[in-house]
């Protein structure tokens, strides 16, 4: 089956500081992914759609210039929280989309973001 | 805009037993996607079941299938002899057709953690 991995799992970070959270499809090519963020024991918030070689989109009240998004190939798109605060800190799960006739959207494991 | 709704919170099931999880939906669109996704405690997300809202047959896949009402916008998630190993969040997900200008983004309800009973 399709996989989707994501890294880091898990990271911690000071207020100020700028992570990159990876995303990539193993097995197959992604023209589309996508990313969210759930907070504990609520369901996923579509925070943005990443489409290859182009810009992002944004759902609303998201900032783009908070959480960049770079799609640079088929196979990785990366989230990038600058000057991450308290506030940020959630749980970041990644998607890909399977071109086919589901155009199936297969999952990361996520990643954790605590700031201090 | 769509929206799917969930209203049980949370479910208990007794091992071996059948539970029924409920899910309605809104939409205008005519084709779309309806789906059922388990997220067990790993927090990883993971397709139970998909339908076609094409489709009249409900979709089945081993001890899970689903009820789906196009007219009523429903879409109820049955686990039969349920096993402990389905103790889990569950959501119930749509995702329109690229027809209606959608990016193939899904829209999730809020959720129904389940709990499964020895």
């Known amino acids: 089956g399709a996989v989707v991995s994501q890294h880091p799992s898990r990271v911690i970070c000071k207020s100020g500081t700028s992570v990159k959270i990876e995303c990539r499809s193993l097995d197959f090519q992604a023209t589309t992914m996508f990313w969210y963020r759930q907070f504990p024991k609520k369901s996923l918030m579509l925070m943005a759609t990443s489409n290859e070689g182009s810009k992002a989109t944004y759902e609303q009240g998201v900032e783009k210039d908070k959480f960049l998004i770079n799609h640079a190939s088929l196979t990785l798109s990366t989230l990038t929280v600058t000057s991450a605060h308290p506030e940020d800190s959630s749980f970041y799960i990644c998607?890909?989309?399977?071109?086919?006739?589901?155009?199936?959207?297969?999952f990361g494991p996520g990643t954790r973001l605590t700031v201090l | 805009a769509q929206t799917v709704t969930q209203s049980q919170p949370e479910m208990s099931v007794q091992e071996a037993e059948t539970v029924t999880l409920s899910c309605t939906y809104d939409?205008?669109?005519?084709?779309?996607?309806l789906f059922w996704y388990k997220q067990p405690p790993s927090r990883q997300m993971i397709l139970v079941i998909r339908q076609e809202a094409y489709k009249q047959q409900n979709a089945t896949e081993n001890r899970f299938s689903v009820n789906f009402q196009k007219a009523a916008k429903s879409f109820s998630l049955k686990i039969s002899d349920s096993q402990l190993g389905d103790a889990a969040m569950y959501f119930c997900a749509y995702k329109g057709g690229w027809g209606g200008g959608s990016q193939g983004n899904l829209i999730f309800g809020k959720g129904t953690k389940l709990s499964v009973k020895p």
């Open positions: 998607s890909a989309n399977l071109a086919g006739l589901y155009n199936e959207q297969f």
């Open positions: 939409t205008s669109e005519s084709d779309y996607y």
